[in-house]
């Protein structure tokens, strides 16, 4: 069992910058893809931004927020960060750190075995 703390989130003004973490404990925390993903009120979860396990070369976004999220990870704190600049009110949602424990990084959210509980972002225009 992996377990998953986001923190981070809050009110922001359009424009604004905000850095969300998820740190991670009970296993080995670089053996896991990590994740972002977010949730707007009566909407899907939809994918934010994963970083491959170990040594977090490989990253992947969404369009909606290439060039300006960035995803990072902390082998040494067991911690992911997701910093997120240049926000919109688009962004507004709650924000969801993941964990896979599978060999093939991925973008779809079934893929992922462990979840946070989630952390509010709002972003006002």
């Known amino acids: 069992q992996v377990q998953l703390v986001e923190s981070g989130g809050g009110l922001v003004q359009a424009g604004g910058s905000l850095r969300l973490s998820c740190t991670a404990s009970?296993?080995?925390?670089?053996?896991?893809?990590m994740a972002w993903f977010r949730q707007a009120p009566g909407k899907e979860r939809e994918f934010v931004a994963t970083?491959?396990?170990?040594?977090?070369?490989?990253?992947y976004y969404a369009d909606s927020v290439k060039g300006r999220f960035t995803i990072s990870r902390d082998n040494a704190k067991n911690t992911v960060y997701l910093q997120m600049n240049s926000l919109k009110p688009e962004d507004t949602a709650v924000y969801f750190c993941?964990?896979?424990?599978?060999?093939?990084?991925?973008?779809?959210?079934?893929?992922?075995?462990?979840w946070g509980q989630g952390t509010q972002v709002t972003v006002s225009s």
């Open positions: 970083i491959r396990r170990s040594d977090g070369t490989t990253t």
């Open positions: 009970g296993r080995t925390f670089s053996n896991y893809h």
């Open positions: 993941a964990a896979d424990e599978g060999s093939v990084l991925g973008i779809r959210a079934s893929r992922y075995d462990y």
